[in-house]
Nanobody, 125 residues
């Protein structure tokens, strides 16, 4: 069964760091663009970052630039979101999602094929 699973969330103090992982099972994540989204209060999910299957950064939210780093280790079928200098506004459920990179089409950071169930990040003293 193909699925994505996030891990690494938790409670962290302001200014602290966390590293989230997004691991695929049942398919090769290297064939996919992967995006990190987050959802705080409310129904909308905010795109945080997006990385191509080859590791090219496609998007990074302005408010996380310089603090969050997205990278992938395709041999481990995993994409990581390393977060530092966390503040209360980063509190959210973080989701990863994957979109198959199809020949002749551009990268997709929004029209995703698979989603994980999310991992909660709480930034609080």
């Amino acid at each position: 069964q193909s699925q994505l699973a996030e891990s690494g969330g938790g409670l962290v103090q302001p200014g602290g760091s966390l590293r989230l992982s997004c691991t695929a099972s049942g398919f090769s994540l290297g064939d996919y663009t992967v995006a990190w989204f987050r959802q705080a209060r409310g129904p909308e999910r905010e795109l945080v970052s997006c990385i191509s299957g080859s590791g090219k950064m496609l998007y990074s939210l302005d408010s996380v630039k310089g603090r969050f780093t997205t990278f992938r280790v395709n041999a481990e079928n995993t994409v990581f979101l390393r977060m530092s200098m966390l503040n209360s506004e980063d509190t959210a459920v973080y989701y990863c999602a994957a979109a198959l990179e199809r020949p002749g089409t551009g990268y997709s950071c929004y029209d995703m094929d698979s989603w994980g169930k999310g991992t909660l990040v709480t930034v609080s003293a």
